[in-house]
């Protein structure tokens, strides 16, 4: 199993989740987040007082899958996360050791059913 | 509303009857002191037509009107002035100095004087209670928008505020109310009495459109009366401005709002305005035309929400969609409000305001004008009907008690009981209150699903539907009770549906809506709804179009999915992160 972890624009956030219900992926989880990468920082006013924010908003979607579906999740979140603007963000994967589901105690691939 | 008191009879009768009354009695209470009978009336006396000086201070304020019954003895022009001073060390002196018919005419004064105080005093509270509706607005139409554009709506809550004054201090007060005639309520002086223009016209009658007087507050306006006149009228032409700034929220280019609070302070909100409040010609077709008492409005349903509300749907029309409202089949989205609790606050003001919105339009608490009583209930009563009919009807239609469209419901029975408020009964109320939310709700869907028009806040729901229908209910359910006089009609002779009934001749003739008997005055009203929606619908879509082929009336931030108006056009983002 994978736990595939993407920075994106937040306003991308409802065409990935609608590609990665597409691939019935059995949850997801979004997070509002803010960061710095390559963007570029925004200048913002108070009073005629410009300050600098480096940290710019952006979502984190982490999602469980299969490993024999880690390719095709990924390539669907890259695409519908794309612009080709600098900003666009990263897809992260990890190795996951196990899955519970609370509920039923079940473990590994079947938890994730 | 503003028309009776500063030419109807019957306010005027009523004052002028108390002040001989007083005067009765302090005459048959004092001794004689076997003066001369007055030679001739003061010279001082001042007529109806005499043009008035401006009264920068007050002082001779309301002094005019005590001396408009028959002078009981030659006191001189000199005489006429409040307690000075002297009198009151003469008093203190010898308590049992025998009371002079000087003294008499300077107590008449004193009523006379303290009476228009009252009114002034009134006046300017309810223009503060307004003025404070400002608030409610925009936190209504923030809370009904999106985070990323909350100090968007904000500013122009707060800029309409600004250009609409300096609009109305340069020429909309002057176009609206500069030929209203006597300030009434406000010590009867003549200051803005100068014809209006077209004046006359149309077959002989005087179809006044604008008036012609009292630009940039002249030295020649230079008046309590006057200024607080501008005052009260200030606040409500900015409710009417800030109406369109929810119907086109989250994309307006702040270049295009700014000049568009000149344009709507100048020219479309005065204009309709003159021609109801302003003496012009939907407020004589009942002098003109025997058409009950002419048109109507109480506080304004019409001649401030309705244009607000079709100015804001024209404006919403041309400047387009926000991104993402529509889809490509044409069904619309839901984009929610970000801050429904403030929404819900910003209604409570509204209504609060209100309370200074319909009562203070009497302009004036003494004589006949104590109405302000059930005016205020009646608008409570609506403002009810209004929440809870729209509430259970979004549940039986919906299933949800839906609060935004509550919250909706709310404001349009304030918004429809505006006009008919100062004529109808509490009954009536709770009925138009209902109407107008169901006719909110509506005109809501309509204007989402048939025109595709996107108005993120209902504003044209709220005050341009539920707006034309209170105009017409005075028309229907005005129960005669009150307004004889109003227009310059029903206090002395009066034309029932189309029957003249004599001068001098008939019992005071309030506004008297179908129901009652007259259809000439639910005629006058269908005139004036037609004439409002045509103007100011129009008006705005001419003005919004070519502005548009100028320069940009949408913000580009609009369409970029990265921006945000806040962020675009401020740099000042509403909700920071520190």
């Known amino acids: 199993m994978t736990k595939v972890e993407a920075y994106i624009r937040t306003h991308l956030v409802k065409q990935v989740q609608d590609a990665l219900e597409e691939l019935h992926v059995s949850g997801l989880t979004v997070s509002d987040v803010r960061g710095m990468g390559h963007s570029k920082a925004v200048t913002h006013t108070f009073r005629g007082n410009q300050y600098v924010t480096s940290l710019n908003p952006r979502a984190k979607i982490e999602v469980l899958v299969h490993d024999e579906e880690v390719e095709e999740v990924v390539q669907s979140i890259q695409r519908a996360a794309h612009t080709g603007e600098v900003g666009d963000g990263k897809i992260v994967l990890y190795k996951v050791d196990d899955v519970v589901r609370i509920r039923t105690g079940e473990r590994g691939d079947t938890a994730l059913k | ?578």
Request: proline share 6%; with cysteine.
């Open chain 2, 1 to 578: 509303m503003k028309r009776p008191f500063f030419n109807g009879p019957k306010r005027l009768g009523v004052f002028v009857a108390a002040c001989a009354t007083l005067l009765a009695i302090f005459v048959s209470t004092t001794p004689a002191h076997g003066q001369n009978p007055p030679a001739q009336p003061p010279a001082a006396s001042p007529s109806a037509a005499a043009p008035s000086k401006p009264d920068p201070t007050g002082a001779n304020t309301g002094l005019g009107l005590s001396t408009s019954t028959p002078p009981v003895d030659n006191a001189s022009p000199a005489g006429l002035n409040a307690w000075s001073a002297d009198d009151v060390k003469r008093w203190s002196k010898d308590p049992k100095a025998p009371v002079t018919n000087a003294d008499l005419l300077k107590a008449l004064d004193a009523a006379g004087q303290n009476a228009v105080a009252l009114n002034i005093v009134w006046t300017l509270i309810t223009g503060y209670l307004v003025m404070f509706m400002q608030a409610g607005f925009a936190m209504v139409e923030t809370g009904f928008c999106r985070r990323r554009n909350a100090t968007h709506v904000m500013m122009l809550n707060m800029l309409v505020y600004g250009t609409g004054l300096i609009g109305w201090w340069i020429a909309g007060f002057g176009l609206m109310f500069g030929s209203v005639g006597q300030l009434g309520t406000f010590g009867n002086a003549s200051i803005l009495t100068q014809p209006n223009l077209l004046h006359p016209a149309i077959g002989g009658h005087d179809f006044g459109i604008w008036g012609t007087h009292a630009f940039f507050l002249r030295p020649s306006v230079y008046d309590v009366g006057v200024y607080t006149l501008f005052l009260f009228q200030m606040v409500f032409m900015d409710t009417a401005a800030t109406i369109p700034t929810g119907a086109m929220a989250e994309r307006w280019s702040f270049p295009s709002f700014l000049l568009y609070g000149l344009v709507i302070s100048i020219v479309i909100y005065p204009f309709y305005g003159s021609m109801m409040w302003g003496g012009g010609g939907l407020s004589t077709l009942g002098v003109n035309f025997g058409l009950g008492h002419g048109a109507v409005d109480w506080a304004g349903s019409s001649v401030i929400h309705a244009v607000g509300g079709f100015v804001g749907l024209a404006g919403a029309k041309v400047i387009g969609p926000r991104r993402g409202k529509f889809n490509k089949d044409g069904s619309p989205n839901a984009i929610p409000g970000h801050n429904i609790p403030m929404a819900f606050i910003g209604a409570f003001i509204l209504a609060f305001g209100w309370f200074g919105f319909n009562p203070g339009s009497s302009l004036g608490a003494s004589g006949g004008n104590m109405r302000i009583a059930m005016i205020a209930v009646v608008t409570m009563l609506a403002s009810a009907a209004g929440a809870v009919t729209a509430c259970l009807y979004m549940k039986w239609k919906t299933g949800k008690f839906d609060p935004g469209m509550s919250i909706n419901g709310f404001l349009a029975g304030l918004v429809a009981i505006t006009a008919p408020s100062g004529f109808v009964d509490a009954t009536c109320a709770v009925i138009i209150g209902a109407i107008a939310a169901l006719i909110c709700i509506w005109a809501c869907g309509f204007v989402e699903r048939k025109l595709k028009i996107d108005d993120p806040v209902g504003a044209f729901g709220v005050h341009g539907a539920a707006g034309i229908w209170g105009v017409i209910s005075v028309g229907i359910f005005a129960d005669g009770s009150f307004g004889a006089g109003y227009n310059g009609t029903g206090a002395t002779e009066y034309v029932l549906n189309g029957v003249h009934t004599g001068a001098n001749n008939v019992p005071l003739m309030g506004v008297t809506g179908c129901l009652h008997g007259d259809w000439g005055q639910l005629i006058a009203n269908l005139i004036a709804a037609v004439i409002c929606i045509t103007w100011a619908f129009g008006s705005a879509y001419v003005y919004f179009s070519l502005q548009k082929k100028i320069f940009p009336l949408r913000s580009p931030a609009a369409d970029d999915p990265e921006e945000d108006l806040d962020q675009a056009e401020f740099g000042t983002i509403a909700y920071v992160h520190n």
